[in-house]
Each structure stands twice: as C-alpha cells, then as structure tokens.
C-alpha cells in the first residue's frame, strides 16, 4: 500500500497531463472540430487495437531482432574505443577530432550508400542504427575515464592493480556513472534510427507498420501502430532507468 502512495505522490501530475490529453482528444474528435480522417474517434483506435494486436506483437519482434544486436555492437565499439582513447593522451589527441568529424555526420545522409554497399537490408538498417548511436556512448566513455578522481587511481597503485583488475576494479566502475548516463542517451538516439530504418525499406517492424498504414490511409491503424510503439519504447526506457538507478545505486 506504501508503495502504491509513493507511486501516486510521484506521478499525479504525470497522470493528469495524460489524462488531459486523451480527454482533448476524444472532445476533438466526438465534436468534430479536428480532421475526422486524420483524427480518427477513440473507439475506432481500440477497434484497431483489437484487430491488429497480433501483428503488432510480431512487428515489435522484428523490431527487437534488430535492435538488440544494434545495442550491442554499438556498446562493445564504444567502450572499447573509449577506454582506450580515455586511458591514453597521445590517442586522443590524434584520434578525437577525427572521431568528433564522423559523429557530427548524420546517419540518414548515409542511407543511401549503405543500401547500395549492404548485401541486404537487414544489415544496411544495423550499420545505420550503431551508427547513428555509438557516439553518445563513446565519447561519455572518454569523458568519464578522463575525469576519474585520482585519489582511485592512487589506491589503485597501493593495491598493486594493473591491466585488466585495474580496469575492471577501479577504472570502469568509477567511470560508470557517465558511460551509463552516455547510453541511456544513445537509447533514445537508437529508437529514433530504428523507426527511421523501418519506415523505408523494411517488411516488418513498429515503425513499418505506422508507415503502411499511414500509406493506405487508415489512420485509425496508424493512431494504434503509434500509441503502441510509444508504449513499448517508454516501457523498454523506463526498465533502463531501473537497471541504470540500480547499477549506481553506490552514488548519491
């Protein structure tokens, strides 16, 4: 029961504001003052929902089928770059404005070539996603191994610690709280390139779906393929912000 006051206390205006919003919504469809085509009537988007909820589960598999190994490969690059380039001076400063060069490319000026360099669209859609994702993670990477306190590294040095316990002990723990916070914000940048790559080009997926729909004029499915898609990316967020909060939970 505590927890439930503690939810309540927390988010009350949260609820509000949406609540709000849905009953704008509903006044402005049932009243006819917005577009009826494009603003389709509340019980129509729960039709929908009703009726496309299988496909709309598949289409999140196909979402998570590519978004996963995009996750992955974009963190493995960016802490291992990262850690190096945060741990040695010399390649940083030679390396840093050519990494900060690329990263201000945006990855959509790249979809061309990677469609016609990539054997399959699959793979076009991955490189596009790391890419446009990697560098939030990267280069918090550099800035948290960079501002390490250096009483962690004098310790670390009474200890005896080096290579890879050193690394592992002291240096990416203390260096957590910005690598985490970087990925969280490469999370965001994931979602947005994912729905981007989907909406051109693929047979499955959330942001295909909206697409499709979208395309043929039912808007009733598209309002549903939407307010689900924004369901499950708050939902996959929010268990990232528990694991984050978890994961720091040594800091203030």
Request: aromatic residues 14%; hydrophobic residues 55%; proline residues 3%.
């Amino acid at each position: 029961m505590s927890k439930v006051k503690e939810l309540c206390k927390k988010y009350w205006l949260t609820v509000i504001i949406f609540t709000g919003l849905i009953l704008l919504y509903v006044y402005m469809t049932e009243k006819g003052i917005a577009n009826s085509y494009l603003f389709p009537t509340v019980e129509a988007i729960k039709k929908s929902f009703a009726e496309n909820k299988g496909l709309m589960f598949i289409n999140m598999v196909s979402s998570f089928k590519l978004i996963i190994p995009s996750i992955i490969i974009s963190l493995v690059i960016a802490l291992t770059l990262g850690t190096i380039l945060g741990m040695s001076a010399k390649l940083r400063d030679a390396l840093h404005p050519v990494i900060y060069m690329f990263s201000v490319i945006p990855s959509i000026l790249l979809s061309p070539f990677a469609l016609l360099l990539s054997p399959n669209f699959w793979v076009a859609s991955l490189f596009l996603i790391v890419y446009g994702t990697v560098w939030s993670t990267l280069f918090a990477t550099i800035t948290g191994i960079m501002t390490i306190d250096k009483r962690y590294l004098d310790k670390a040095a009474t200890l005896e610690l080096h290579g890879i316990k050193k690394l592992t002990k002291v240096i990416l723990p203390a260096a957590s709280p910005s690598i985490i916070a970087g990925f969280v914000n490469s999370l965001r940048s994931t979602f947005v390139m994912l729905v981007y790559a989907e909406m051109y080009g693929a047979q499955y997926g959330m942001g295909f779906f909206v697409k499709k729909y979208a395309e043929f004029g039912i808007y009733s499915n598209t309002w549903a393929g939407f307010i689900f898609m924004v369901i499950v990316l708050v939902i996959v967020m929010q268990l990232f912000e528990m694991l984050k909060k978890y994961l720091l939970k040594w800091t203030i």
